[in-house]
């Protein structure tokens, strides 16, 4: 249903010119500036935009829970209770209280990790309500169980459950049912799925959906996602720089926004639907908070700018019926569709020959296979000790990469997608199986052959904040191992190299960076720094472990451009490790991909046979559950349902194939028996699956 | 110039941390050039017991009528000497004992970690005091030495934990990737990061020599080496200083020596905190 905004009209929440800074050591932090907007009764609206643009501080504003650093210079909050309309802003303690939770209640981010550890979710819940004025135990008993219903929950076992018991998406919708205890007409959801896995995540969407028919509330969700806005809002605004820049309904803004940031923004996400698409990464970053550009703040950052730009900042107008823009050249982006955002995406190839090390090289040696398999991994099983017990992370798995091409590993978390990429780069030795490098088997050959083999392949690590010692200063970090391994055969040379890294890299000035600690960049940045590292001992293989998903949108494309840059050019070959199969299919249209489960491989193949035409029940549903940036696609996307949702613990995986419990194609007798083996089903596509098996006349 | 600036700039930028530092190198001064100044007043004067303060006793008078100040000004040389020491031995023991137990792994691990326990266990005092029945603690090397060997073992569980931790952190990981080799590991990578741990650590180790030290001597339990600051307390007790009014300034001086001591050292560890911490660095 699409609501109008119609600010005469009844409205649950309203703000008015709200302005709100932080007070930090450099200046003034401009976090909200001058946002208004109003909330129909029922309505979803999501708040969208990259990290540091404001988006949770306007959420915290609206709730009244902004850190003591905080300050609401301006504007109003209103919020209509009944036939009185209450002024947020001017309450004190006592009907602050009564307003959160009972008017508005506020979901946030990573929240799942908010319980009380010791103590039992029906004394959580009794806790939150009393300290809301609801003392009536049947009666809070009866509402939540109500809801625990709503939610998926079995209300007796989650009640009597501690947190630990509860998986992440479980506690996520204990949070959301909790939410709605006392039924507030607003509820406040900031980042509900982050850190959440696909199936997990595609579970949580459904119950905000399932609960928004049945109950009648307001949603504000903010959400650096754009395809969970796609699928949950009425309405986006997109916030940039602390500031609305755009605001309509969901269907207008993802088919023709008006405003190239959010183009920008939605151009930035692949999708699992048709062809692959070129994505568009926006240049540079966005502003300090503190001295923000002149005029429009997204001038710096976009194709359109025009000296007026510069000079005025562009008032967020009503341009059409529900629709307003900050832009002064929105007419162009609507008539182009914001095309202009991508050419100037264009990037420059690389052109920089990073020299080998001195020390013999493996890859000048005919492979002994007399293929150009660069690495293998052959019936590879992994087990670690938990506690006393063994668990099996990685069984039977087998995986082949050649030269210059890119295999992606996809699974949820707990898969041993990691455990495969440490294995693979030699920073775990398997327990049982092989891997060879160029025909070598790695653990059982001479030191030097491991150590050649070693360097060629290079890892990049998920974490940018992780990833780099903070204690070195860039310089450091991509000098040593040049001057290490005999690359540069002084400072001199090693800085000379180190700075043409940072080209390569698109760090540029490179000067601006050599003498940097890696705290004073940024997370883009600082994964730049990583793939640096990486090349300066001139790897033939990469292992990238969700080595952009912790990165803003625009970011992420910019640093997988960059990535299949240097495939193209320097022929590295990866294996890539992601969650997300929109991501696989953009980066990996060439290559294969690689599904897990509970530590086998059960489906691989040619990423448009993965994507378009998958085979395996786990793969179907994964792709069935991923929400796309498309109200439309991914609203009338048909939906798998699974017989569980809880993933098995690696501690007790079930016998057969591990995926039974939740197949919907289980055959019992079957698939609980015998474990499937990887069948050639045509293609090139390979399938661990009883059914599939069957019903291609292969067993 | 600049530089000169900067570290000016580092180490002023923590106000509370350079007074610590002002303070530290006043009582370092104080007792190691001092004593070349100030002479050692041993003149019993009869008619000057327990004096106040005053131009020509700037902190009265002991028991004896003799000068408190040129007492403070000779007694703190072993004092501080025993801390340093101390501190620098059980630091040292404690790093690489704790980074061999993680490193290592396996029995030296376990063997190390065993010591550890046996000596936690130990009550300190009693057994120095024993000790010192035993062997004459008139050197004070070897009385740093002695508390250092009892001090190690919670500064090595620390350290063993902390290089556990690290080794697994992706920047370690990707150093071996890029076979940097375990030197530069264990030099670069890992111990930069533990620095500032350790070097506050070592200021916490010397704050617990001195009471333990001080305390020995304070007890008659250490032979009298005539001057050391435990050693005034230790007289001006016997004495019944802390009878009278007018003896305050002989017992409180030491005290307040010690407790000044103390003080500069534990605010100094704020300055190195940010000095070793680059995240917590306001200038580049």
């Known amino acids: 249903m699409m609501r109008t905004s119609d600010t005469n009209g009844l409205f649950t929440l309203k703000v008015d010119n709200l302005w709100v800074t932080y007070q930090a050591e450099r200046g003034k932090v401009q976090a909200v500036r001058d946002v208004s907007f109003a909330l129909s009764p029922g309505e979803t609206l999501a708040f969208i935009g990259e990290s540091g643009c404001g988006k949770t501080t306007l959420g915290l504003s609206l709730i009244r829970l902004l850190p003591a650093t905080a300050r609401v210079q301006e504007g109003h909050i209103l919020f209509r209770r009944g036939t009185e309309i209450v002024d947020i802003l001017s309450l004190d303690d006592r009907e602050l209280r009564a307003y959160r939770w009972r008017d508005c209640a506020m979901i946030f981010q990573g929240a799942q990790n908010a319980f009380n550890p010791v103590l039992r979710i029906w004394d959580q819940v009794l806790d939150t309500a009393r300290a809301h004025g609801v003392s009536d135990r049947r009666f809070i008993r009866q509402r939540i169980?109500?809801?625990?219903?709503?939610?998926?929950?079995?209300?007796?076992?989650?009640?009597?459950?501690?947190?630990?018991?509860?998986?992440?998406?479980?506690?996520?919708?204990?949070?959301?049912?909790?939410?709605?205890?006392?039924?507030?007409?607003?509820?406040?959801?900031?980042?509900?799925?982050?850190?959440?896995?696909?199936l997990t995540q595609r579970s949580v969407i459904d119950v905000l959906r399932d609960l928004?028919?049945?109950?009648?509330?307001?949603?504000?969700?903010?959400?650096?996602?754009?395809?969970?806005?796609?699928?949950?809002?009425?309405r986006v605004a997109t916030m940039y720089a602390g500031a609305l820049v755009e605001l309509g309904s969901v269907w207008d803004i993802y088919k023709r926004p008006y405003h190239p940031y959010t183009a920008g923004l939605i151009r930035a996400v692949p999708t699992i639907r048709g062809e692959r698409k070129e994505l568009i990464s926006i240049p540079g970053s966005p502003p300090d908070l503190i001295a923000l550009p002149s005029g429009c703040a997204f001038h710096p950052r976009c194709p359109y700018a025009s000296e007026r730009c510069r000079k005025e900042q562009p008032p967020l107008q009503v341009v059409e019926a529900g629709r307003q823009v900050a832009c002064w050249h929105w007419e162009e982006v609507a008539e182009d569709n914001g095309i202009r955002m991508k050419m100037d995406s264009a990037q420059p190839g690389t052109t920089f020959a990073i020299p080998a090390p001195r020390e013999h090289s493996l890859s000048a040696q005919a492979p002994i296979n007399g293929q150009d398999v660069i690495l293998e991994l052959k019936r590879v099983e992994r087990t670690f000790k938990v506690g006393r017990r063994m668990v099996r992370v990685l069984?039977?798995?087998?995986?082949?990469?050649?030269?210059?091409?890119?295999?992606?590993?996809?699974?949820?978390?707990?898969?041993?997608?990691?455990?495969?990429?440490?294995?693979?780069?030699?920073?775990?030795?398997?327990?049982?199986?092989?891997?060879?490098?160029?025909?070598?088997?790695?653990w059982n050959s001479d030191k030097e052959t491991f150590r050649t083999y070693r360097r060629a392949v290079q890892i990049i690590h998920q974490d940018p904040y992780a990833s780099l010692n903070p204690t070195q200063r860039v310089s450091t970090?991509?000098?040593?191992?040049?001057?290490?391994?005999?690359?540069a055969r002084n400072r001199r040379e090693a800085k000379d190299l180190a700075m043409e890294l940072l080209r390569t890299?698109?760090?540029?000035?490179?000067e601006d960076f050599y003498n940097k600690y890696p705290h004073q960049l940024s997370?883009?940045?600082?994964?730049?720094?990583?793939?640096?590292?990486?090349?300066?001992?001139?790897?033939?293989?990469?292992?990238?472990?969700?080595?952009?998903?912790?990165?803003?949108?625009?970011?992420?494309?910019?640093?997988?451009?960059?990535?299949?840059?240097?495939?193209?050019?320097?022929?590295?070959?990866?294996?890539?490790?992601?969650?997300?199969?929109?991501?696989?299919k953009y980066f990996a249209w060439e290559g294969r991909i690689a599904v897990m489960y509970l530590g086998r491989v059960v489906e691989s193949g040619p990423t448009p046979q993965i994507i378009h035409n998958p085979q395996h029940p786990y793969t179907q549903a994964l792709l069935s559950a991923l929400p796309e940036a498309d109200p439309e696609a991914t609203r009338s996307k048909e939906r798998i349902q699974l017989r569980s949702l809880d993933v098995p613990s690696l501690l007790n995986v079930p016998t057969g194939c591990a995926f039974h419990p939740r197949c919907p194609l289980y055959e019992a007798g079957v698939c609980d028996k015998e474990v499937p083996h990887l069948v050639d089903v045509g293609d090139g596509v390979q399938v661990a699956c009883h059914v599939v098996a069957r019903e291609r006349g292969i067993a | 110039m600049t530089t000169l600036r900067s570290t000016w700039r580092m180490l002023t930028m923590n106000k509370v941390g350079f007074l610590g530092l002002l303070g530290v190198l006043f009582f370092v001064l104080m007792s190691f050039v001092g004593p070349y100044i100030v002479p050692l007043d041993t003149q019993t004067k009869v008619d000057k017991i327990y004096q106040p303060p005053s131009r020509e006793f700037w902190l009265g008078t002991d028991s004896e009528g003799r000068d408190i100040f040129s007492q403070i000004v000779h007694g703190g040389k072993e004092v501080l000497m025993v801390a340093f020491l101390a501190g620098i031995m059980s630091t040292g023991i404690a790093v690489t004992l704790g980074a061999l137990?993680?490193?290592?792994?396996?029995?030296?691990?376990?063997?190390?970690?065993?010591?550890?326990?046996?000596?936690?266990?130990?009550?300190?005092?009693?057994?120095?005091?024993?000790?010192?029945?035993?062997?004459?603690?008139?050197?004070?090397?070897?009385?740093?030495?002695?508390?250092?060997?009892?001090?190690?073992?919670?500064?090595?569980?620390?350290?063993?934990?902390?290089?556990?931790?690290?080794?697994?952190?992706?920047f370690v990981e990707a150093a071996r990737a890029l076979d940097l080799g375990t030197r530069h590991i264990i030099l670069r990578e890992i111990l930069p990061n533990m620095i500032s741990y350790i070097v506050i650590n070592l200021i916490f180790a010397m704050t617990s020599a001195i009471y333990a030290q001080v305390g020995l001597v304070f007890l008659g339990l250490v032979p009298f080496s005539g001057k050391n600051w435990g050693v005034m307390l230790s007289l001006a007790w016997t004495r019944g200083a802390i009878f009278y009014k007018n003896s305050l300034w002989y017992i409180m001086s030491p005290v307040a020596a010690i407790a000044l001591f103390q003080l500069s050292l534990v605010s100094l560890t704020r300055l190195l905190e940010e000095i070793f911490n680059p995240r917590l660095r306001t200038t580049v």
């Open chain 1, 395 to 442: 069984d039977d798995v087998s995986l082949q990469v050649h030269e210059g091409e890119v295999l992606c590993l996809v699974g949820e978390s707990g898969c041993g997608k990691t455990t495969t990429g440490k294995i693979a780069a030699g920073l775990l030795p398997p327990t049982s199986g092989e891997i060879r490098f160029r025909g070598h088997n790695v």
């Open chain 1, 212 to 234: 928004k028919k049945r109950l009648d509330f307001s949603l504000i969700l903010i959400s650096h996602d754009l395809s969970l806005a796609a699928e949950l809002a009425d």
């Open chain 1, 477 to 487: 970090i991509l000098t040593a191992p040049l001057l290490r391994h005999g690359v």
């Open chain 2, 101 to 170: 137990s993680a490193l290592a792994g396996g029995w030296i691990d376990a063997a190390i970690m065993g010591l550890a326990d046996i000596v936690l266990t130990i009550p300190h005092f009693p057994l120095l005091a024993v000790l010192a029945g035993l062997i004459k603690l008139e050197n004070y090397v070897l009385l740093a030495f002695i508390l250092a060997v009892l001090a190690w073992p919670s500064l090595a569980r620390a350290i063993r934990a902390q290089v556990l931790s690290l080794r697994e952190r992706d």
């Open chain 1, 145 to 198: 169980t109500e809801l625990f219903e709503l939610v998926q929950l079995e209300p007796d076992r989650v009640l009597r459950a501690y947190p630990h018991q509860l998986s992440g998406g479980m506690r996520q919708r204990v949070l959301i049912a909790l939410g709605l205890l006392l039924h507030p007409p607003l509820v406040i959801l900031d980042e509900p799925t982050t850190a959440l896995d696909i």
């Open chain 1, 523 to 584: 997370g883009g940045q600082r994964q730049r720094v990583s793939v640096a590292r990486a090349l300066t001992v001139h790897p033939e293989f990469l292992v990238a472990d969700e080595a952009v998903s912790m990165l803003d949108v625009s970011i992420r494309v910019s640093l997988l451009q960059l990535l299949e840059r240097l495939r193209r050019d320097l022929g590295v070959a990866y294996l890539f490790i992601t969650h997300d199969l929109a991501v696989a």
């Open chain 1, 505 to 510: 890299v698109d760090l540029t000035p490179p």
